[in-house]
């Protein structure tokens, strides 16, 4: 019992020693720059209210996200979401409403309609 003892908190040392020498070492903040001479440093690093902020806008090409809007569960589904269109709501269990979502992204033999199961909780 003293062998298994000791070998347990040997290799709680070890561990330790490990996450101690995995962890970078705290560094110290760099220093802010120095103002350039001449230049006055403002709080609001040049930027007026008036300009607009175009760097930060998401390109036009970025699609929407979507529940798969029109998609249809199968009849390969479970008895309660046959038919229903996909993310209808058919259950309510613990304070928690459940979907018609095939979770795994299954689909019935044709290909065309989901493999839907009522679903609580996040997907996977």
């Not at 705290?26 to 175009?54: F, K």
């Not at 709501?89 to 979907?99: E, H, I």
Request: hydrophobic letters at 35%; one cysteine or more.
């Amino acid at each position: 019992m003293k062998i298994r003892l000791g070998l347990l908190l040997t290799s709680i040392l070890l561990v330790a020693a490990t996450a101690a020498a995995a962890s970078p070492a705290a560094a110290s903040p760099p220093a802010p720059p120095a103002p350039e001479a001449g230049g006055a440093v403002t709080p609001d690093c040049g930027l007026s209210p008036a300009a607009p902020l175009t760097s930060l806008t998401l390109p036009s090409s970025t699609p929407a996200p979507t529940f798969l809007s029109g998609a249809t569960c199968g009849s390969c589904s479970t008895s309660i979401c046959k038919g229903v269109t996909y993310h209808q709501v058919c259950g309510y269990q613990n304070g928690q409403y459940g979907y018609c979502l095939s979770p795994l992204g299954n689909n019935c033999a044709g290909g065309i309609t989901f493999d839907c199961q009522c679903w609580y909780g996040p997907l996977p």
